[in-house]
């Protein structure tokens, strides 16, 4: 760990966290229940100084490895940029309820997380307690269903289409039969052999 990483590791255990090292990076594993006061802690601490919301995504951890990832299925996982300390950290948080996987809006504390937090709600289904405007972003607004969960058919459920005798686009199941494609290798006897 590098000198400047070791410093950032040793203030966030000072303040009460546990953060982990991998691959040169730190990453801050959160409960549900203290995600909102660690975020405003990792925010407003003198030492810390994280005034800077750079990415949130959802993930689905359902096939992780050679199976499940221990605790819940979905995470949402935060970028945080120090700008005063020149420091990054990743902070995730595993959503309790699988079913119905919810964790608060980080909003209030940077605003640069409204559309990142859409389109996690869009993608995965995480719901945001608190978020001022959450809808889909990238999908129809009569979209069924979450296309990031893996759980979601490739073909998806629906499909779209333009009918030139109704003169509109329509919408329809699936026609596309789901299929698995293994690649086949075809070569030649003595392929390769004998070039001169």
Partial sequence: MTPKLQELSDLLQRAGLAPQERLGELTLEVPAADYLATC??????????????VDLCGVDYSTY??????????????????????WRLRVRCMCADDEL????????????????EREAF????????????????LTDYGFIGHPFRKDFPISGHVEMRYDPER????????SIEPREVTPRIVRAEHYGEGRG
Avoid: C
């Fill in 167 to 174: 003169k509109r686009v329509v919408y329809q199941p699936v």
């Fill in 122 to 137: 869009d993608l995965f289904g995480v719901v945001f307690d608190g978020h001022p405007d959450l809808r889909r972003i």
């Fill in 40 to 53: 405003l802690k990792l925010r407003d601490g003198a030492d810390l100084r994280f005034e800077q919301l």
């Fill in 65 to 86: 490895g050679e199976g499940a990832r221990p605790g819940g299925r979905f995470a949402v996982v935060a970028h945080l940029l120090s700008l005063t300390r020149n």
């Fill in 101 to 116: 996987p919810m964790l608060p809006s980080l909003v209030e504390i940077w605003p640069s997380v409204n559309w990142y």
